[in-house]
């Protein structure tokens, strides 16, 4: 499990979008009047701090919003439908 840092900086994932990089964990936010997509992260793609897929092929995995995970991530993508992510570096 990740360790986020204290004084960690952030990195807004929006919905449709896909990062790579180095991340200690994510937050999802709750929709909003500006992004009401949804109450869950919708991921399409996302890769552990060793590269390993989390997810099986063709499947989408889901994070409830309003949650901090301590999980290393080295490439994320979102679906259109999926709220907006905070990824800690």
């Known amino acids: 499990m990740a360790n986020i840092p204290v004084n960690a900086s952030a990195i807004l994932l929006k919905a449709s979008q896909s990062i790579t990089g180095s991340f200690a964990g994510f937050t999802v936010l709750p929709n909003s ?10 991921f399409t793609g996302l890769l552990d701090g ?9 499947s989408s995995l889901f994070f409830t919003a309003g949650q901090t995970y301590p999980i290393f991530v080295t490439s994320a ?3 259109p439908t999926s709220a907006n ?3 800690y570096t």
Do not use: I, W, Y
């Not at 060793?50 to 063709?58: A, I, P, Q, R, V």
């Open 33 to 42: 009047a500006t992004a009401p997509q949804g109450q869950v992260a919708h």
């Open 50 to 58: 060793n590269g390993g897929n989390l997810m099986g092929s063709g």
């Open 77 to 79: 993508s979102l679906d």
């Open 85 to 87: 992510v905070l990824l």
